[in-house]
C-alpha cells in the first residue's frame, strides 16, 4: 500500500503482509478453539432468534479480525484490524439495541475503547516517525537502532510504550478504562 506525500510529509509505502512464526501460531490455535467453543454455544443459544445471522456475521468478522491482527506484519496492518475488533466489540456488546442498557453499554465500550485507540496510534505515530518504519521484522531484527535511539532519547522509548500499552488497557478494559 502506498500513501503519497501529502503536505510536505514525506510518502510512505506499507506493505501488506502476514508474519507467522511460533507464538502467532500458538495464539491462532488458542483463538481458533476459543472460537469455535463461542460458535457452538452460539447455535444453541440463538437458535431461533431473528438476530441468528447478524449475531454470526459479527462473530466471523471479529474472529477474522482477530487472525488478522494475530498475522499482521506491521503495526498499520495491525491497527486496521485492531480498529475492526473494537468494531466488533461495539456490535456485539450492544447486539440487543433495542434494550436501553445494551445500547448505552455498546456506546459507553465504544468510546472508552477510542481513548485507548487514540494511545494507540500514538503509539505508532512515535514509531513510524523515531525509526521510520512500522513494519516489525525491520524493527526487531535490528536491536542496535532501538538500543541508540534508547540511549539518545530515554523518554521517548518509555512514551511509546506508554501509548501503546494503553490501547491494550482500552482494549481489555483494565484499571482506568474499565468503565465499560
Given at each position: 500500500m502506498h500513501i503519497p506525500a501529502l503536505a510536505g510529509a514525506p510518502a510512505v509505502d506499507i506493505p501488506i503482509s502476514l508474519h507467522l512464526d511460533t507464538l502467532s501460531a500458538i495464539m491462532l490455535s488458542m483463538l481458533?478453539?476459543?472460537?469455535?467453543?463461542?460458535?457452538?454455544?452460539?447455535?444453541?443459544?440463538?437458535?431461533?432468534?431473528?438476530?441468528?445471522?447478524?449475531?454470526?456475521?459479527?462473530?466471523?468478522?471479529?474472529?477474522f479480525s482477530m487472525i488478522m491482527l494475530v498475522l499482521s506484519a506491521n503495526f498499520v496492518q495491525m491497527f486496521v484490524f485492531w480498529e475492526g475488533v473494537?468494531?466488533?466489540?461495539?456490535?456485539?456488546?450492544?447486539?440487543?439495541?433495542?434494550?436501553?442498557?445494551?445500547?448505552?453499554?455498546?456506546?459507553?465500550?465504544?468510546?472508552?475503547n477510542r481513548i485507548g485507540d487514540f494511545g494507540f496510534a500514538a503509539g505508532i505515530f512515535l514509531i513510524w516517525t523515531t525509526f521510520g518504519t512500522?513494519?516489525?521484522?525491520?524493527?526487531?531484527?535490528?536491536?542496535?537502532?532501538?538500543?541508540q535511539q534508547a540511549l539518545n532519547h530515554p523518554w521517548l522509548?518509555?512514551?511509546?510504550?506508554?501509548?501503546?500499552?494503553?490501547?491494550?488497557?482500552?482494549?481489555?478494559?483494565?484499571?482506568?478504562?474499565?468503565?465499560?
Amino acid at each position: 500500500m502506498h500513501i503519497p506525500a501529502l503536505a510536505g510529509a514525506p510518502a510512505v509505502d506499507i506493505p501488506i503482509s502476514l508474519h507467522l512464526d511460533t507464538l502467532s501460531a500458538i495464539m491462532l490455535s488458542m483463538l481458533t478453539f476459543i472460537a469455535t467453543l463461542v460458535s457452538l454455544y452460539g447455535c444453541g443459544y440463538m437458535h431461533g432468534d431473528r438476530g441468528y445471522w447478524r449475531f454470526f456475521s459479527i462473530v466471523s468478522l471479529f474472529v477474522f479480525s482477530m487472525i488478522m491482527l494475530v498475522l499482521s506484519a506491521n503495526f498499520v496492518q495491525m491497527f486496521v484490524f485492531w480498529e475492526g475488533v473494537g468494531l466488533c466489540s461495539y456490535l456485539l456488546i450492544g447486539f440487543w439495541y433495542e434494550k436501553p442498557a445494551a445500547a448505552a453499554a455498546g456506546q459507553k465500550a465504544f468510546v472508552v475503547n477510542r481513548i485507548g485507540d487514540f494511545g494507540f496510534a500514538a503509539g505508532i505515530f512515535l514509531i513510524w516517525t523515531t525509526f521510520g518504519t512500522v513494519d516489525f521484522g525491520e524493527l526487531f531484527n535490528h536491536p542496535e537502532i532501538l538500543a541508540q535511539q534508547a540511549l539518545n532519547h530515554p523518554w521517548l522509548i518509555e512514551v511509546t510504550c506508554l501509548c501503546l500499552f494503553m490501547g491494550a488497557i482500552g482494549k481489555s478494559a483494565q484499571f482506568p478504562l474499565m468503565v465499560w
